[in-house]
């Protein structure tokens, strides 16, 4: 039998959600466990516990020693996504009610506090002799991805935003908790500085390129394979890597139609296509290929500092699938 | 020079006071670390953190050791505060404009969360060989205070509320956090486990006491010693032990009187004498007297357990000045 990393993936996968399911036993206040419960057992990729996991093993570590962290990941981040949903007033998550949706904005705020503490329950049950590096970088992640989002909302009031602001943000959002996932797999598998180096660039690498690939799927992706309408951020006049490259590619016309999506805060979806044409023709969706290009390449290259084994291949595999534009 | 317990606190005081005021230092973004510095340097009693150092010096430790701890459980507190007022919709806190008045809600969102991963980087930089342990009963100390704030509100739509229920309340809301601090200072003083469960207890007891001594004062102080009107919980119809208890105690017409506070959410400020007369006609002004003077009597038996030592005078003197009515 040969090696399948997508087996692999989908068993650690399978352990993680194994774990979140039985996680929360408590009942009551049900007006606080009732949610917490909804949130974790709502499925999911999984990507950040599963790359803690496979970084925990490709260091040489056994994973199963790294699944107290691995869960505290994705319980913490769903501290952020039922947080996030409240500020940006969304009213579905992977097809059902959000909690402030289901239930309301007072419990929504409590859940999302409880979720970060149980997010640190999991995590303290590790066993490890790097427990308090462990638990410092965590919490370095946590403060990053407050930042992260306050600079998200305060660029959706600021009129003018530079394409590298966009990039700092996403750094913060998206890409430090990849980047925490992966060093913390490493720690807990005694990985040595260079390794443990390693596994931070490539989870940076891998959520810059997630976050870009992302507002390109929105703008040119099969809607089939997407699951959702394409052309939404449009809509909704976020403020995405396309429209801000292209705010600073564009000259004359096209960019005084681009500034009607900052000014007017969304455009119409008859609109939609003319604005995919200024973002092809601009040079946009060239620039956002090329830079998830660029950070899928630095990804591999960090693993390969890491010696060849299974779970390499499988974070290679993760990187190439979303080079591929499928995940 | 005779020991002063009141200068011995206050000198503490000033200790989490300092590392408060300079802890933040990032500016940007403006919108996350403008409110949490308008939180953590607006002062307060510091009752919680002043705690935790003379549990620590209490066991024989040293406390400037137990300072970064110190800090963390303060700035946990401040967390709590942000996330409690939006939920009750409080306009002041300390004489000033709350998180969400002074900016919106969302800002009072995200600075809570950010104050609560502020409060494990400070805590996580304690140098102890117990600080898993420490950072444990921290983690389960803010999962029972969400509890309490989750109990909290769901007792304000319930009809019946058990005076019971009401002090299983607030001993996860107020009584745990006393508790956990007063515990983690003896953790970090390296005391036994004999002494960190007197600690555990004192703590626990302070903190009951310290609520049922809330309610207290707002129907029997003395309005220009506390600082703000008295009644206010009746005006805002809270469930307070007051009421509860004497809902349990009364009968007849009195009983369908305080039956009133529940039904219409609250009471005319002119009616107040009246229900004042019913509290303490009913015995529930006695009965909550013998509340908190039991769970000081238990508090102090707690603290003859720890050895004689100024830090022990002090903790003595603080639950002394509770019992006063002064604090």
Redesign the interface.
């Known amino acids: 039998m040969t090696f399948s990393p997508d087996h692999h993936y989908s068993q650690h996968k399978l352990l993680v959600e194994r774990y979140l399911q039985s996680f929360v036993r408590e009942s009551k206040?049900?007006?606080?466990y009732g949610p917490s419960k909804y949130v974790l057992r709502a499925g999911g990729k999984r990507i950040r516990p599963v790359v803690l996991l496979l970084a925990c093993e490709a260091v040489g570590g056994d994973p199963r020693e790294a699944l107290h962290a691995a869960a505290g990941i994705e319980i913490l981040h769903n501290?952020t996504l039922v947080?996030d949903d409240?500020?940006d007033h969304s009213p579905t998550r992977r097809g059902r009610p959000t909690v402030h949706t289901k239930w309301d904005?007072?419990v929504a705020?409590?859940t999302?506090?409880?979720l970060?503490?149980?997010a640190?329950?999991a995590l303290?049950r590790t066993r490890s002799s790097r427990?308090?590096d462990v638990?410092?970088l965590f919490?370095?992640g946590?403060?990053v991805v407050?930042?992260g989002?306050?600079?998200d909302?305060?660029f959706e009031e600021r009129r003018r935003v530079h394409v590298n602001d966009y990039l700092m943000m996403i750094q913060k959002k998206t890409a430090k908790m990849l980047s925490v996932s992966a060093e913390i797999g490493g720690l807990i598998g005694t990985g040595d500085s260079a390794k443990l180096s390693a596994l931070r660039s490539y989870g940076e690498a891998l959520g810059r390129a997630f976050q870009v690939q992302d507002d390109l799927l929105d703008v040119v992706a099969d809607e089939q394979m997407l699951g959702k309408r394409t052309g939404s951020d449009l809509v909704e006049g976020k403020k995405t890597f396309l429209l801000l490259e292209a705010l600073r590619l564009a000259k004359g016309k096209d960019k005084a139609t681009l500034q009607k999506v900052v000014n007017n805060g969304g455009v119409p979806r008859s609109r939609i296509a003319e604005y995919r044409r200024i973002y092809e023709s601009s040079g946009a969706i060239a620039s956002a290929e090329r830079h998830v290009d660029q950070d899928l390449a630095a990804a591999r290259a960090e693993l390969e500092r890491l010696p060849a084994s299974g779970a390499r291949m499988t974070l290679l595999w993760l990187t190439d699938k979303l080079a591929r534009r499928t995940f």
């Open positions: 206040p049900h007006s606080l501290f947080h409240i500020m904005h007072n705020i409590l999302g506090d409880a970060l503490a149980l640190y329950r303290l427990i308090q638990t410092r919490t370095e946590v403060v407050c930042e989002q306050a600079f909302k305060e």
